[in-house]
């Protein structure tokens, strides 16, 4: 079968499962040539399938030896498709751990619910036996809470609406979108599934089985943007549940006291996920940025902003540098006045006609692509793929 790529909108419907190797075998190189660190060498991963949580993981295994167990929630082939892109990076991650004699183990299923919670905990003590870092790198529309109710987030904004040029990355064009204000239903319900409470749980849970390590510590990705994206994100429901996730780091940061273990918010820059790409008017923000950062040479793909992360702002000389209010900030370089003030300059200029002149648009849409496993350099995406032998692999 030869696999073409079906984009809808700014969702991949596909992936190139031999493409999802080449992504990860890069992001593995980019962490050797980068050099090792000294990490944490336990480490349980809540998102490890996609994004920033397979680059921490990466970054990690290749970069401080460190064993893991990777939770995630991926479709294997079935006769809806081939599966999705995360199902087999969580298998080519394992394949080129295993070979370098490291533990990976892949969890696949819902990590909302108290069941997988369980299997982490008993996991982690048939296999590793404690751990030193969790990293919790959910990104998700729903969450099924423990007692079965279903909560949906949305991306919306608050207080007046918002519109602006968005990116279409199936037609390559840019169409008008608009953010409605959330209710305030809406905006309990964004904090619920996207805030800090989830985090809490796992923590709870993980300490109470004895599954942390003296000195354990977690860490949760967030975003805060500069100014001229507050309507879209920080003043948004994304948001808020963020301001929520924050809050609750210095509540697990308390309860991690016990064991002399620490909370930490790690604040990233802005890019090219499969959960970013879907908020409206913000791949633009994102373009433009690119483009600029590009242009200064401070560019940086997820999987070197979890190598500074990690080797850097969290296990270097230093130990955790963080600022004023406990965030690590991995947002510097997009944060600096010049680089803003260049990307504010732009972003009133741009048209359909010429937004690919003033950013990195082919970039992002590189990287948008890579991320399915499409447009990798060295994989023949003509020759035909061995879809049964795919099927056999499990993760
Ligand atoms: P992603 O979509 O690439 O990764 C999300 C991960 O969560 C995947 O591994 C997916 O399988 C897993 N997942 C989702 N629902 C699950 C469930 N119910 N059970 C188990 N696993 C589940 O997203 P990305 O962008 O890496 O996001 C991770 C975190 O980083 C999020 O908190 C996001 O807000 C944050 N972040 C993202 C930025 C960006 O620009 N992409 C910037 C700063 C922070
Ligand atoms: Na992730």
């Not at 962490?31 to 660190?37: D, R, S």
């Not at 016990?258 to 790690?266: L, Q």
């Not at 913000?282 to 070197?304: D, F, T």
Request: charged residues 20%; negative net charge; contains cysteine.
């Amino acid at each position: 079968m030869i696999i073409h790529p079906q984009i809808q909108g700014c969702v991949a419907r596909n992936c190139h499962p031999i493409g999802c190797r080449a992504a990860v075998q890069q992001q593995i190189e980019r962490i050797k040539a980068a050099g090792p660190f000294n990490g944490p060498k336990r480490v349980l991963v809540l998102g490890a399938s996609s994004g920033f949580g397979l680059a921490s993981r990466i970054a990690l295994a290749f970069g401080a030896s460190a064993d893991t167990i990777g939770i995630s929630f991926e479709r294997g082939p079935s006769d809806k498709g081939l599966g999705s892109a995360g199902w087999y990076n969580n298998i080519w991650f394992r394949k080129e751990a295993e070979q370098e004699g490291r533990i990976a183990i892949n969890l696949i299923g819902d990590a909302f619910s108290d069941g997988m919670r369980q299997q982490a905990i008993d996991t982690i003590r048939q296999q590793l036996g404690q751990v030193d870092l969790v990293i919790y790198s959910l990104a998700s529309g729903i969450r099924v809470l423990p007692d079965g109710t279903q909560v949906r987030s949305v991306l919306k904004t608050t207080g007046q609406p918002f519109s602006g040029w968005g990116l279409d990355l199936e037609r390559d064009i840019l169409v008008q979108q608009s953010l409605a204000p959330a209710t305030p239903e809406e905006i309990r319900d964004t904090v619920t599934v996207m805030g800090g409470e989830d985090w809490q749980l796992w923590m709870q849970a993980l300490q109470q089985a004895d599954c942390l390590a003296l000195g354990a510590q977690t860490v949760a990705y967030s975003y805060i943007g500069p100014e001229s994206t507050y309507p879209l994100y920080r003043d948004g429901t994304i948001g808020y549940a963020k301001e929520h996730l924050h809050a609750t780091a210095e509540t697990i940061n308390l309860q991690l006291a016990e064991i002399g273990g620490h909370a930490w918010v790690s604040v990233c820059k802005a890019l090219v996920t499969k959960a970013s790409a879907y908020i409206p008017v913000l791949p633009v923000y994102l373009g433009l940025l690119m483009g600029v950062m590009k242009e200064r040479g401070v560019h940086e793909g997820c999987i070197e902003q979890m190598q500074r992360l990690f080797a850097a702002k969290m296990y270097g000389p230093n130990g955790v540098v963080a600022d004023g209010n406990r965030l690590i900030r991995m947002d510097d370089h997009e944060l600096d006045p010049a680089i803003q003030a260049a990307v504010s300059a732009l972003w009133p200029k741009v048209t359909p006609d010429n937004f690919h002149a003033l950013g990195d648009f082919a970039g992002l849409r590189q990287d948008f692509m890579q991320l399915n496993g499409f447009e990798l350099p060295g994989v023949d995406y003509a020759a035909p793929v061995d879809v049964a032998s795919l099927g056999e692999l499990t993760p």
